[in-house]
């Protein structure tokens, strides 16, 4: 049986075959070679040599069961409930768990990375519409290369194989990027210049760089935006670069320009209104700044012209009261 698994190994050598190709063809010849195990025991046993018999038919049952665990992960892609491949490797100190290790570990650090911007409430931070033009995209491009170089710009597409990223791939029809959903920018902020409305980000404020301009918050155009509330960035993430997408054979590895998208967040520019903080929560309750917010900043102006008219009543009588 080992002589027929070597034969195939040096066949297979040949040809520029997959691990899992090779793991099926070596999971169906050892199938059938268990079984010549169990024969040659059987026989051993009938011929009165009980312990060679033995030996062979505890050996055929090990075999069959590690042809189990194979034939669980390259025919079902899962792993056997009793499969003891990760304690072997770690006996053996195998280098991929090593790696498997530390590309946890990478992940870690960026979950656990959070710009330090402030925190919002969701019910008030609105998705946004940046543009970028060719000056953008080199900005972004130059920060994801300062991130990459302090260990924050992961791009193992989030430790997924290339036939997993072939099938996502196939299934959106979309390209899958090293970075999967994109990574925080360390700083960034909303500038205002020559009347458009920049969106500055880099590692931090010094080294700051413009990398798009906001044309729209939610339905709303910036400007029109701008004139009722104080908007501010909420965050701003990096997109885009190395991604792979489906080919004929596999995947295709390719560079796509970085993008950047950003949400915003607002606040009522009208001091009165601020101060009776009772009605500005319906602000919150509106992602598109419609008429909404401006009944309740209307209702709000009310209350405070009423308690300003109430006052000026009482004035006439405190002063007879004083006399």
């Known amino acids: 049986m080992l002589s027929l698994l070597d034969m195939a190994n040096h066949f297979l050598g040949y040809f520029n075959v997959n691990t899992t190709l090779k793991g099926r063809i070596y999971t169906i010849l050892g199938f059938f070679g268990d079984w010549y195990l ?44 009793l ?12 280098e991929r768990l090593k790696e498997q290790e530390s590309r946890f570990n990478e992940h870690g650090r960026y979950d656990h990375f959070a710009p330090a911007t402030g925190l919002y409430d969701e019910k008030q931070v609105i998705p946004a519409k940046v543009e970028l033009n060719g000056t953008n995209h080199k900005n972004l491009a130059q920060i994801a290369a300062q991130l990459q170089a302090a ?3 992961p791009q193992d597409y989030e430790g997924h194989s290339d036939q997993e990223v072939l099938n996502q791939a196939k299934e959106t029809n979309k390209p899958v990027f090293a970075i999967g959903e994109g990574t925080p920018l360390p700083y960034f902020d909303l500038r205002q210049q020559d009347g458009h409305f920049v969106v500055y980000a880099g590692m931090n404020q010094m080294t700051a760089l413009p990398v798009g301009r906001v ?37 295709i590895e390719r560079r ?9 967040t607002f606040s009522e520019k009208n001091a009165a209104s601020n101060a009776t903080s009772q009605n500005s929560s319906a602000f919150s309750e509106s992602q598109t700044f419609t008429e909404e917010p401006m009944r309740s900043f209307a209702k709000s102006a009310e209350n405070v012209d009423s308690v300003n008219n109430s006052l000026s009543n009482k004035t006439p009588q405190n002063r007879r009261e004083n006399r």
């Open 38 to 81: 169990l024969y040659i025991g059987i026989r051993f046993i009938q011929n009165q040599g009980y312990l060679r018999g033995a030996l062979l038919i505890l050996v055929f049952f090990a075999l069959m069961y590690f042809t189990l665990v194979n034939f669980f992960f390259y025919f079902l892609k899962r792993r056997f409930v």
């Open 83 to 94: 499969d003891p491949s990760e304690k072997i490797a770690a006996l053996l100190g195998d």
């Open 151 to 153: 260990n924050l710009l």
């Open 215 to 251: 044309t729209r918050v939610g339905l709303s155009d910036i400007k029109q935006a701008h004139e009722q509330f104080k908007l501010f960035l909420a965050t701003a993430v990096l997109q885009g670069g190395v991604a792979k997408s489906a080919g004929r054979s596999g995947v």
């Open 256 to 264: 796509l320009p970085y993008t950047v998208k950003v949400e915003v």
